[in-house]
């Protein structure tokens, strides 16, 4: 952790990735080389860091709310205060989130608790960020848990602390729940008989075996008092405002934090459905059995008080986030477009997908027509990809109509995606799935270099970036990486095999020790999260 605070320090000034102090230790033998991908290295470090700083808690809260007088209005509904307000909150953002409520509510406020990542305090205070820390006199608990984004006995007392506080409250009082990514793991509050230690071995295994996050949180919410709108029926009869930062794909609310304030749509038999997908069913502890074995009673239908009390609110998203990054990637001179926020599935999968975008747009290009074979079947591949991985809103047209346009201007090109993508662990190394996810790209990319006519990929200067917003890639320091065509090449070169890192899924210490880690994105934890961001940063070279 002390290792982890140094670099954030030496990496960051008001939050901003500084370029200058992220260069090499030493000069690189090959230095002339590296020098232009740099250049385009630095612009996807802006445009990532402009996604990022779209969504600061401190920038979502205070663009959705508002006091006046004696009125709280968030997103043009209003709620009365008067010196009647709670607040609880879980997530890697709520830090920051409570924080600009703690402003905006002054004497209104009278008790909070929040439940929030190990050390991310102590983070903030060494670099500064005032604005992300609670006032000296606040009235909210603070609880630090959850190391490496996993339930632990911290987060637990933190889950029984905030219970505690809701299920006092009255008709008379108003509540806000602050929700971010990360908040399943900081609210842990198990159905008795399962202990805390099951319950996180269990997700421990789906995890490792490729669950999506959707399929994580439904185990979780059926297995948890709090999770599925739990924490709701709890608070009842209090008035319930949920402000949600949603980390998760098509951000359904019911799957953000696992839905502590949202009417759960699963049931036991859909967990039953997910164990024994990843044949798990046999070997799970028997006290989930017999949690699992109880009659459902459909709570969220029968429950008289329903959840009119409730009112959920998206202040953050992986959209806002890509919004921006496409402001800034433009106002470098880059020809832009959005492609989708829903990507998601294995790293393999969506590693072949970045491949054929890459090899489409540079054949395109480098083609004396839009009507190029080669360029033409590439285009029925990704489409096929597209269909087969179920990415609702991937807008491939967008794509097109860029492409007409940069044949024309020359212009450099970005295409920017988001979402969040899994890792079937098959090694014991270390890293994350956008540590991954760079390196596969690279690799797919070295493999086909040979395939495209006329080497239309080396006419191209090709910068592939993944970076979680929440800047801590797996149990890394690391918030993602850069990938390029050369990469595989110049790391056989410094006698790294690119394959034998991926196949021990250890992509953090692959891009360690490659280019004295000049490739690793490391920003600190940046107390906020929704999902990662994708940006592929495409120019000509000079001929």
Request: aromatic letters at 6%; a neutral charge; hydrophobic letters at 40%.
């Amino acid at each position: 952790m002390v290792a982890a605070f140094g670099r954030y320090l030496r990496l960051h000034c008001n939050h901003q990735l500084i370029y200058k102090y992220w260069q090499p230790r030493r000069p690189h033998p090959i230095a002339s080389v590296i020098s232009k991908e740099m250049s385009l290295q630095q612009h996807g470090l802006q445009i990532f860091q402009a996604a990022i700083n779209a969504v600061l808690p401190q920038n979502m809260i205070k663009n959705n709310i508002r006091i006046e007088g004696n009125r709280l209005v968030i997103q043009n509904q209003c709620f009365p205060v008067h010196k009647n307000v709670y607040l609880v909150g879980f997530g890697k953002a709520v830090l920051g989130m409570a924080a600009a409520m703690e402003e905006i509510l002054g004497d209104h406020l009278l008790q909070g608790v929040i439940s929030i990542p190990f050390g991310i305090q102590r983070i903030l205070q060494l670099a500064g960020k005032e604005d992300m820390l609670l006032r000296p006199q606040t009235k909210i608990q603070a609880m630090e848990g959850a190391r490496h984004n996993l339930p632990d006995e911290n987060a637990l007392k933190a889950a029984n602390t905030i219970h505690h506080l809701v299920k006092g409250l009255t008709t008379d009082d108003l509540l806000f729940v602050l929700i971010s990514g990360g908040g399943s793991a900081l609210l842990p509050a198990p159905i008795p008989p399962i202990t805390l230690e099951e319950k996180q071995c269990l997700t421990k295994q789906l995890a490792a075996k490729g669950a999506t996050i959707q399929e994580l949180n439904t185990v979780r919410k059926t297995l948890s008092l709090l999770k599925g709108g739990g924490l709701a029926r709890v608070a009842h009869p209090a008035q319930v405002v949920s402000l949600i930062m949603s980390d998760v794909i098509g951000d359904h609310l019911e799957f953000v934090a696992s839905g502590p304030t949202v009417p759960n749509s699963q049931s036991k038999e859909d967990c039953h459905k997910i164990l024994s997908k990843y044949n798990l069913a046999s070997s799970m502890p028997e006290s989930v059995k017999v949690v699992l074995s109880q009659p459902s009673t459909k709570m969220d239908q029968e429950d008289p008080h329903g959840f009119a009390h409730v009112c959920n609110f998206v202040v953050g998203s992986n959209a806002i986030a890509l919004e921006e990054a496409k402001r800034k990637s433009e106002s470098l001179g880059y020809n832009t477009s959005v492609l989708s926020t829903v990507v998601s599935g294995d790293v393999r999968t969506v590693a072949k997908l970045y491949s054929l975008l890459i090899r489409y747009v540079c054949s395109v290009l480098a083609a004396a027509n839009l009507k190029y074979v080669h360029a033409s079947k590439l285009k029925d591949e990704i489409l096929q990809m597209v269909t087969s991985m179920e990415l609702s809103d991937f807008h491939l047209d967008g794509c097109l109509e860029l492409l007409e346009e940069t044949r024309r201007s020359r212009k450099p090109i970005c295409l920017l995606a988001g979402g969040e993508t899994t890792v079937r662990l098959q090694g014991k190394g270390k890293g994350g799935r956008n540590q991954e996810l760079a390196l596969r790209v690279a690799l797919e990319l070295h493999c086909i270099k040979s395939e495209i006519p006329q080497n239309a990929l080396t006419k191209h200067e090709v910068v592939f970036l993944s970076g979680g917003t929440d800047g801590q890639d797996g149990p890394t320091d690391a918030a993602g990486a850069f990938a390029y065509t050369e990469l595989v090449d110049k790391a056989f070169s410094e006698g790294l095999n690119v394959e034998d890192f991926i196949n021990n899924n250890d992509s953090f210490t692959f891009f360690s020790k490659f280019n004295n880690g000049a490739d690793l994105i490391v920003t600190g934890l940046t107390n906020t999260n929704v999902m990662d961001v994708q940006a592929i940063v495409i120019q000509p070279k000079e001929t």
